[in-house]
């Protein structure tokens, strides 16, 4: 099952300002979108060594490249003038990582942030199991690196507490997970300290996971949470609206982003056959039949469970929007959906978009009935299929006749 929503995609100084908030210990930053305010946090912080880190959401900033010739989304200084200069030539610019589009993602804010040592590296992450119907924290002392490699090499170093939901992280599973971690002395009150925090954190903002990589400890003392990922759950966002307003779009796909505002799921491919179909599975079965059949699907497009005909208008838009697409496929089921109303909604659309582009159409299920006869009544070009091979061959066909 694919959700029709987007998941929430935070930056990284707001993932820090949120862990802040709930008493989290994080380095000390400030957020600038020009290089005066950068230059200004720079000599504010006081700090020993400053690291200005470039917000984008892909990964891989460290190894980046910008178009003013920069390289590197993330620099270490300790001369605190340079601050000004280096945020000059990242703001405005794009960034191209291994993770963003060939042409790069525009950086808007950079981070600046204190840069601190880091004596010992621990790895700690809460998350909802399904296996113990609730949350779990999940520790390792081997922290900074992929934890599915710990877990594959050596799985005796990972730990595991299962949290009672109603009773929240007993002390004595705080203490034990930061013993478990490496934490010593006063480290390990202060470890158990922050993993509550955490576990609130957890709690406050309806996550499904909080994970913290490195959990660290620094040479002064200090047991610090130098990187996280918060994932949400996005059926809370009605209580949520404040974190959920956070959401940054500007490095979405457009057309994702337009088609999320009608609960849509959409995806880009690279094909020429638009897919409009009902339901994840039937939607990745659709593109893989095209494929069968020598087509290449343009996209996968996911239109759920609770159709409305503004919804399926809206799709076509989506589709005869994209200069790529050839043909579309609709390929419906009808269990929950009425096929009636997506026959509605594919007539409506043809019309009042003018469609320009072969469409194949098969249905089946609730209202089957009424729909083809909506649709052969209508006067339009709509070839009909009688099932999801035939509805393939005739899409492909379509284009090899253009």
Same mark, same amino acid.
């Given at each position: ?59 891989? =900033? ?12 993330? /620099? ?75 877990? !594959? ?17 007993? !002390? !004595?599973? %705080? ?14 009150? +202060?470890?158990?300290? +922050?993993?509550?925090?955490?576990? !609130? ?7 499904? +996971? ?16 130098? #990187? ?18 956070? @959401? #940054?779009?500007?490095?979405? #796909? ?15 491919? #690279? ?8 339901? %994840? ?6 593109? @893989?039949?095209?494929?069968? /059949? ?16 503004? +919804? ?8 005869? %929007? ?28 043809? =019309? ?31 070839? %009909? ?18």
């Amino acid at each position: 099952f694919v959700s029709s929503r987007r998941w929430l995609n935070l930056q990284e100084y707001q993932s820090k300002k949120l862990m802040q908030e709930s008493g989290v210990t994080v380095q000390r930053f400030y957020v600038a979108d020009n290089a005066p305010d950068a230059l200004q946090a720079a000599k504010r912080l006081g700090a020993k060594e400053i690291v200005l880190k470039a917000q984008i959401l892909a990964g891989g =900033r460290g190894k980046g490249v910008f178009d003013s010739g920069l390289k590197g989304g993330v /620099h270490l200084t300790k001369d605190p003038s340079v601050v000004g200069e280096l945020a000059n030539r990242m703001l405005g610019y794009s960034l191209t990582t291994k993770q963003t589009p060939k042409e790069g993602v525009k950086v808007k804010t950079v981070m600046v942030a204190e840069a601190l040592d880091i004596t010992r590296e621990t790895y700690f992450a809460i998350l909802m199991d399904r296996a113990c119907n609730g949350p779990v924290m999940v520790g390792s002392p081997q922290g900074g690196m992929d934890i599915e490699e710990v877990a !594959d090499k050596t799985p005796e170093l990972i730990f595991k507490e299962v949290i009672d939901i109603f009773e929240g992280v007993r !002390d !004595d599973q %705080a203490v034990r997970m930061a013993a478990n971690l490496g934490f010593k002395g006063p480290l390990e009150r +202060q470890a158990a300290d +922050q993993i509550k925090r955490l576990y !609130d954190l957890f709690l406050k903002v309806d996550a499904t +996971q909080v994970e913290v990589n490195p959990l660290g400890e620094t040479p002064e003392g200090q047991v610090v949470c130098f #990187d996280a990922k918060i994932n949400f759950d996005d059926n809370a966002e009605f209580r949520q609206k404040a974190v959920f307003a956070l @959401d #940054d779009m500007s490095e979405s #796909d457009p057309t994702e982003t337009e088609a999320a505002k009608w609960d849509l799921k959409y995806i880009g491919l #690279d094909g020429n056959i638009a897919c409009f179909v009902n339901g %994840a599975g039937l939607a990745m079965a659709t593109c @893989d039949i095209i494929d069968l /059949h020598g087509g290449k699907p343009a996209n996968f497009l996911d239109l759920g469970g609770g159709v409305k005909e503004k +919804q399926v208008y809206e799709a076509f838009k989506l589709l005869t %929007a994209d200069p790529k697409v050839e043909a579309i496929l609709v390929n419906i089921f009808g269990g929950i959906v009425n096929c009636a109303i997506i026959a509605n909604g594919i007539t409506k659309a043809c =019309r009042e978009l003018e469609l320009k582009v072969p469409l194949v159409v098969r249905l089946e299920g609730t209202n089957v009935q009424e729909a083809k006869r909506i649709l052969s009544e209508s006067g339009l070009p709509i070839v %009909a299929a009688n099932d999801l091979e035939d509805a393939a061959k005739k899409a492909v066909a379509a284009i090899a006749k253009k």
